[in-house]
């Protein structure tokens, strides 16, 4: 018996490129969320959570819509968040980052972080599929937790829009990392959100 959660960040947004924080997915978006609700169709979930934010729920609901069983939930454990900030051991080359974030951010990430930790990395009773759509900050910072990986380790991991990363615990075993950020529903022109071009 496995409990498998599905960590997906939501497709492309409209406004990305203006700059603007939220918006309905753009044609690019909706297409890979299209696909990500092919690749899925198969899987039979128990629940399918999700960022309140817009690009995150309509994300969830292309899924869903293609399975009458499931009824996605907005969590706001998976709102977007910078989960900590500069500590001695985060290498210079992340400093700029930092500069524009307040430490009353800071703050709420990391208790946001710790919050979700204890909800959904918990062991539940036989076969379980659970669907998380949610943001880069957010799966970076549960694949750092299941790795046991320092601190800072989460802005070493990003995530392409719609690419899909798979956690998963057996009874009595630890969670494991299954893949991560795996894009092979996605064509090439639609593997968009990683900070570079993926160069195969
Ligand atoms: O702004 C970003 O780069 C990330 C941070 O988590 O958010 P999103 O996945 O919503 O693009």
């Known amino acids: 018996m496995t409990h498998y959660i599905y960590l997906v960040r939501h497709g492309e947004h409209q406004d990305a490129e203006h700059g603007l924080a939220d918006g309905p997915l753009s044609p690019r978006g909706r297409r890979q969320a299209a696909l990500l609700a092919d690749r899925m169709s198969g899987v039979p979930f128990d629940a399918v959570w999700h960022s309140p934010l817009e690009r995150a729920s309509q994300t969830a609901h292309a899924v869903a819509d293609r399975m009458p069983s499931v009824n996605p939930e907005p969590s706001a454990l998976l709102f977007d968040c910078v989960p900590t900030g500069m500590t001695p051991e985060t290498p210079a080359a992340f400093e700029p980052f930092f500069g524009g974030v307040t430490d009353a951010e800071i703050e709420a990430g990391r208790a946001q972080m710790g919050d979700a ?23 970076a910072w549960f694949v750092r ?19 899909l990363t798979v956690i998963a615990q057996k009874q009595g075993r630890p969670w494991t990392l299954v893949s991560h950020n795996d894009m092979a ?6 593997r968009t959100g990683l900070p570079e071009a993926y160069p195969v």
């Open 117 to 139: 930790v204890s909800e959904f990395l918990v062991r539940r009773p036989g076969e379980v599929h659970e669907l998380l759509i949610t943001h880069n900050f957010v799966i």
């Open 185 to 190: 529903h996605l064509p090439v022109e639609l």
């Open 145 to 163: 937790e299941v790795l046991q990986a320092p601190e800072w380790r989460w802005m070493t991991l990003n995530q392409a829009h719609c690419g």
